[in-house]
């Protein structure tokens, strides 16, 4: 199982990045995608999932409305779209799979496999 986030990078608050999540070595469709955060000195932060069918998505409420989720399993690979950041939205992004059933989208015990990381920085 791999999972390759790119996409991050330096922004101005008010600005947009896409992150991106290629993932290899499972079945892509099988599963539920998630991304998480980790902002320096703090723990991690669920941000969204992604059903294994792609239909239902989920945000955190410091996200709603301004980041989206989504997927493409003909390519293996999720995406955060994040639109409107803020200086708050800086930290390293995670994609990570959760375990196959589970439901416990924000709690990061139960995911089963996590990308090294993509820093988003957000300043002005």
């Known amino acids: 199982v791999q999972l390759v986030e790119s996409g991050g990078g330096m922004v101005q608050p008010g600005g947009s990045l896409r992150l991106s999540c290629a993932a290899s070595?499972?079945?892509?469709?099988?599963?539920?995608m998630s991304w998480v955060r980790q902002a320096p000195g703090k723990g991690p932060e669920w941000v969204s999932s992604?059903?294994?069918?792609?239909?239902?998505?989920y945000y955190a409420d410091s996200v709603k409305g301004r980041f989206t989720v989504s997927a493409d399993n003909a390519k293996n690979t999720v995406y955060l779209q994040m639109d409107r950041l803020r200086p708050e939205d800086t930290a390293v992004y995670y994609c990570?799979?959760?375990?196959?059933?589970?439901?416990?989208?924000?709690?990061?015990?139960?995911?089963?496999?996590w990308g090294q990381g993509t820093q988003v920085s957000v300043s002005s």
């Open positions: 992604i059903s294994p069918g792609r239909s239902y998505t």
């Open positions: 070595g499972f079945t892509f469709s099988n599963y539920d």
């Open positions: 990570g799979r959760l375990q196959r059933g589970s439901f416990y989208y924000s709690r990061t015990q139960y995911y089963e496999a």
